[in-house]
């Protein structure tokens, strides 16, 4: 099997076709279909689990910004809060580093003029 997303490894097309028509359902027959169809993603889970030696084959994960932008769908605002704050932090972190690179470079181009190392075009 591909590598894919945790969602469209542990379910067939057949699985969500059913999570699709769930909603055309009488409410007061939904019940007994979100069971069978989260009974039936456990057990698919399970066979492809133990057909795969426990090797788990997946995409893989964002990163940077698009780690954040995948997260915050599912946060409520108390989280979304700390989220978008850790993604500020991070990126604050990143010009940090870009300029001490910079500081480190300028500091070597100095050195190297002081030690007459420099050619002079």
Known sequence: MENGTFDSLFTSGKLQMLKILLPCLPADKRGGLAVFIRMQELLYTIQYVQSSGNEVKMDPPPKGDALYDALLPYCDPGMEKQILQMRQTMQQFEQLKDTMEMAQMM????????DGSMDVG
């Not at 500091?107 to 002081?114: C, H, P, S, Y």
């Open 107 to 114: 500091q070597d181009l100095m050195k190297g003029e002081d």
